[in-house]
Structures are given as structure tokens and as C-alpha cells.
């Protein structure tokens, strides 16, 4: 990498803890603060980090001059030059997440996926999502609380999306599930900008071994007795001479049932924290519940799940008057984005009727989030029925409990009453 072409000291720097405990507990007032004075900054860490809007958009689409870049040393810039990238299960799994590759490895794979999960499919899935959600709310409809997180916004897209695999209960019981869940969380930390410590990287290889045995035989099964499915569906999508592999299927189907239910139960959760700190806007949704999904886009756009995501240089490029040197990576910061005042009027301001330009949150260009379709459906179903059956909802707004990862931003509990 190119990281001493220039001096630093031409360079905006600052200093980027993504541990840091202020940061994951108020990301925004951070991200304003470096928006207005070092709108693209240079992290002692060995990146840029961009926060204005227009920066983030140009990045995030130009295909031309940024990708993915280089698997290897983007990982080994964390953990040093001697790191043995593809000793680890865990980061042999990300390296070949198509969202993680370049052109044309990338055209090839999502365009078979494109092929699998099809607007048409999705779309389709609208009462089979309004009868899961409302089963889960029938659980917990004679109580008067409920643990939002982990009783509907985790159960919520999981089942979503083992109703897509046609993963049934056979297949998959209760306890299997959160098993699954569990694997997710622990290892998508790989997705996280830091070195992991020895027990973490462990863990995330024995999840990420344990995902890849379980959806290797929910492949192996439908290769025998095809159904309805995406699992099927992507066992059979071809492009001419082209069909996935069955390692890629297996990674494939980590990648959409993780981000399907990973940002999507944020995304439930940081909704109703958010609606419930602006009550006024509650009392609109609970009045008018067709507006559940424009608030859904507010609520992307306010409190995005997702973060940021990363892009590396392939050719020296300016970029809000620097010079992103080919080789050095750039943190596009979505979040930072979709708050920019220069883009959307009153940006701290939670609106769910705002109009006018659209948010970030899905990322852009060709690496735009294939799963955006199903991830607003979901969002309007569940905050529409939340809305209709828990109008006298109430919750603690003052000492959220935010996860401590950074580029997923999302609520490690939510108690709700009624």
C-alpha cells in the first residue's frame, strides 16, 4: 500500500478508535464534528474516512477508480504484514462474499444471485411475512412486555429468511435457530475495522465451520428433493455455461441469511428506540400506519444499521480535494452521509414524512444491498403491525444498550410494555 506517498503531515489526520465507547454510544455528534471540519480525514490507523454526503456517494459508485482491492493486505493492514489471511476459516469465508470481490468475479456471482432472489420473489413473500409477524406478536399479545430484540426483531427476518431457504421446522428447531443467530453474530465480527483477539478470530472459525456445515447440507438435501425455494433457486441459476459452485451456494447463503437478519433486526430495533424518542412521530405511525414505509426509510436514513463500508483506490483519485493514492482504503461513512445538512434539510430532525433525497443506507453502485427489497418490506410490515396492535407501546428511551461493534450499529435490548 501506498500509504507514505505523501506526507502526513498534507494529510487532514486524526485519531479513529472505533472501540471507543462514546462513539458507539453517540456515533452522530462524532460524525458532524469531523463532517465540518475534516470532512475527509486520514485515520493514524491507515485509512481515510469520508463523512460528507456527496464524498460518500462518489466513492461508494465510482466503479471505475474504487473496489475492493487487494483481500490480503486490506485484512493485514489490522493485524501487520505477517498475518496469514487464509489460515483463518473466517476470513477465507469473507474473502469470497461476492459483496467483498470485484469485477468479474463479482458481475458473475451476483447476477446469478439477482437470478435467485428476484423482486418478483420477494414481493411475493408479503403475506407469508405479515402471518410470521403476527404469530410472533399473538406469543406476547395476553402479556404486557416483551424483549423486543431478541423476542421479535432477531425471530422476525430469521424466519423470513428460513421460510426463503425453505429451511422449515425439521430442518431448523427453535433452539437450532438461535444457534444460527448466535454463529452470525459472533462470526460477522471479521466484518468489524480492528483486529480481533485470539479468542474472538477463534470463535468466528468454529461459527463460520459450523454455518458452512449446516447450509452444505441444506444444499446437499434440496440437490435430492428440490422445492420452491432459494435454495433451490440458487442451486439452479445459471448464466449461459455459468452456476454457482457449491462452495459459493454455501457462502452465498451465509451472506443473505447473515445481513438479512443481522441489519434488518437492527434496523426493527433502532426504529421503535428512535419512534419512541420522538413520540410525536409514534402518535403519526399509530394514526396513520400507512405510513409505516416512509418512516422505514426515515428510520435508515436517521439510524442506519449499517455503518459504513469500505472501498480501495485503484488509481490515485481526488476526492474532496485530496488525493486518495491508488492502494489506500476509504471509509465510506453512510451514516455520516445520510445527516449531512447539505443533502437533507434539518438532518438531526427525525421526520417520517420527509421528503427529498434518499438515503445511503443501502450502500451504491454495483455493490448496492441486493437484499434492500426484502429489508423494507420486512420494515414496513413489522412497524405497520407494531403500530396497529401496540398503539400504547412504551419504552425506555434514556439508557439504550447499544452492541459494541462498530459498523453495525444496533441494540443489544429493548424491553417494551403495553
Known amino acids: ?94 474473502s469470497e462474499v461476492f459483496v467483498y470481490q470485484d469485477p468479474p468475479r463479482h458481475t458473475r456471482i451476483r447476477g446469478l444471485v439477482s437470478k435467485a432472489l428476484t423482486v418478483k420473489r420477494v414481493r411475493e413473500m408479503r403475506p407469508e411475512i405479515e402471518t410470521i409477524t403476527h404469530r410472533l406478536l399473538d406469543r406476547f399479545a395476553a402479556g404486557q412486555g416483551m424483549e423486543l430484540i431478541h423476542d421479535f426483531a432477531y425471530r422476525l427476518p430469521t424466519l423470513v429468511m428460513c421460510h426463503m431457504l425453505g429451511i422449515d421446522e425439521e430442518e431448523a428447531d427453535d433452539a437450532l ?104 412521530q409514534w402518535r403519526k405511525l399509530v394514526e396513520h400506519p400507512d405510513l409505516a414505509p416512509a418512516a422505514t426509510e426515515e428510520i435508515l436514513r436517521y439510524e442506519s444499521s449499517l455503518i459504513a463500508t469500505y472501498r480501495t483506490a485503484f488509481h490515485d483519485t481526488k476526492v474532496g480535494g485530496q488525493t486518495v493514492r491508488a492502494g489506500e482504503r476509504v471509509l465510506a461513512v453512510l451514516a455520516a452521509g445520510n445527516r449531512d445538512p447539505a443533502v437533507f434539510p434539518r438532518p438531526d430532525e427525525f421526520d417520517i414524512e420527509r421528503e427529498g433525497a434518499h438515503h445511503l443506507a443501502f450502500g451504491g453502485g454495483i455493490h448496492f444491498c441486493v437484499g434492500a427489497e426484502l429489508a423494507r418490506l420486512e420494515g414496513d410490515v413489522a412497524f405497520r403491525a407494531l403500530a396497529e396492535r401496540l398503539p400504547g407501546m412504551r419504552t425506555d428511551t434514556a439508557r439504550p444498550r447499544w452492541r459494541p461493534g462498530f459498523m453495525f450499529r444496533g441494540l443489544e435490548r429493548l424491553d417494551i410494555s403495553w
Not at 17 to 37: E, V, Y
Not at 75 to 89: C, K, M, N, R
Open 177 to 280: 435457530l438461535d444457534q444460527l443467530n448466535q454463529a452470525i453474530a459472533d462470526s460477522f465480527l471479521v466484518l468489524e475495522m480492528r483486529p480481533l483477539t485470539d479468542l474472538e478470530l477463534a470463535l468466528a472459525n468454529r461459527q463460520i465451520d459450523f454455518l458452512e456445515e449446516f447450509f452444505r447440507s441444506i444444499f446437499e438435501r434440496r440437490r435430492i428433493q428440490p422445492r420452491d425455494d432459494l435454495a433451490t433457486a440458487l442451486l439452479n441459476a445459471r448464466e449461459g455455461d455459468s452456476q454457482l459452485t457449491e462452495r459459493e451456494m454455501v457462502t452465498v447463503a451465509i451472506a443473505l441469511f447473515g445481513a438479512g437478519f443481522e441489519t434488518t433486526a437492527h434496523m426493527i430495533g433502532n426504529g421503535i428506540l428512535t419512534l419512541h424518542r420522538h413520540p410525536e
Open 1 to 94: 500500500m501506498h500509504t507514505d506517498a505523501a506526507p502526513h503531515t498534507a494529510r487532514p489526520a486524526v485519531h479513529f478508535d472505533p472501540t471507543d465507547p462514546d462513539l458507539i454510544a453517540d456515533p452522530h455528534s462524532a460524525f458532524s464534528r469531523l463532517r465540518a471540519s475534516k470532512p475527509l480525514a486520514w485515520s493514524e490507523a491507515g485509512f481515510w474516512i469520508a463523512t460528507r454526503h456527496d464524498d460518500v456517494r462518489s466513492v461508494i459508485i465510482d466503479r471505475k477508480n474504487f473496489g475492493q482491492g487487494d483481500f490480503t493486505r486490506n485484512i493485514q493492514l489490522y493485524y501487520g504484514p505477517d498475518f496469514d489471511v487464509f489460515a483463518h476459516s473466517a476470513y477465507h469465508w469473507l
